[in-house]
């Protein structure tokens, strides 16, 4: 029998230090052990089923936050010979996809084998038809463009039940515009100074938040102030240079795609504006990926 350190330890090397099963079986049997790949495999799973509830929950918790991040990233998955497809009986990897899902200072992560709206329904349980309540969980969810989170905006609620907005990552508009900028585009360097300026008020924000030990709704109503008062000005002006910039550049240039994808995102782009305790960006969610 495996002792909970031992199987904490397979689990550990494989998951948080990338060392795979049937390395460390190789070792393990070099050592004087005769285990077999299946042992290995079933204890894992055997260990993640105990955990389960302890997943379910930070779920729960997460998702009852007034503010959530979330994000998703793809990771490449070998396949067993026995779920090889018709189609490509050959292929023995995979594309899957780990999605993280941040509130209240605790991290869930859910797994799903594609990158479809079917993931993030069934990590809020968003019925395919009929009416969804949301039954409390989140006010604002913070995410990039994709529209794989769609599904809180165009999903059917109850009566009385209010929609879940998203909030828009001001550091993604930032990269898309710095690539063109980096390649000499003028209209995109002024674009990238502004957004960085944005980025600059928020951690003045803080700096004077922890110098005066504000914290919880006196640092959010400091912060919404600033906003207002610092930020409103510069959100003003990008706009301004958007709409003129526009028309400077035909379809299919990346500026003109880069333009576009900020305008439609613009109304979750400026949700802070008038939100203290909501962020201009999703960094959170990437860095716990």
């Known amino acids: 029998k495996a002792t909970d350190a031992f199987a904490l330890d397979v689990i550990l090397k494989k998951f948080h230090m990338g060392l795979p099963l049937a390395r460390q079986l190789m070792d393990l049997n070099h050592r004087g052990a005769q285990l077999s790949d ?7 799973k ?5 955990f389960r509830p302890i997943w379910e929950a930070l ?67 968003i019925p395919e038809d009929g009416e ?10 913070v995410t990039d463009g ?8 165009t999903c059917t609620l109850k009566p009385d039940v209010a929609r879940i907005l998203r909030v828009f990552c001001w550091a993604h508009v930032r990269r ?11 209209n ?8 960085a300026e944005l980025f600059r008020i928020e951690k003045a924000i803080r700096k004077e938040n922890d110098k005066d030990d504000r914290s919880g709704a006196a640092a959010d ?23 003129r910039f526009v028309p400077c550049y035909t379809a299919g240039r990346d500026m003109a795609e880069h333009l576009a994808y900020t305008l439609r995102l613009w109304d979750g782009l400026t949700l802070f504006l008038s939100h203290g305790d909501l962020p201009t960006d999703n960094n959170s969610s990437e860095r716990a990926l």
């Open 188 to 195: 995109a360097r002024q674009l990238v100074a502004l957004i």
């Open 59 to 125: 779920r729960s918790q997460v998702l009852q936050n007034r503010v959530v991040y979330a994000d998703e990233t793809p990771i490449r998955q070998l396949i067993p010979v026995s779920q090889a497809t018709p189609e490509h009986p050959d292929r023995r990897v995979r594309t899957s996809y780990f999605w993280a899902w941040l509130g209240g200072g605790q991290f869930y992560l859910h797994y799903g084998l594609t990158r479809s709206q079917d993931e993030v329904r069934k990590v809020l349980g």
């Open 221 to 243: 109503a400091f912060r919404l102030e600033r906003r207002q008062r610092d930020s409103a000005p510069i959100v003003a002006q990008i706009r301004m240079l958007i709409d």
């Open 46 to 50: 055997q260990t993640a089923e105990r």
């Open 146 to 153: 994709y529209a794989g989170y769609n599904p809180v905006l």
């Open 176 to 186: 898309r515009f710095l690539t063109c900028a980096e390649r000499g585009d003028a």
């Open 132 to 141: 969804w309540d949301p039954d409390g969980l989140i006010a604002f969810l």
């Open 38 to 44: 299946s042992f290995m495999s079933d204890l894992i």
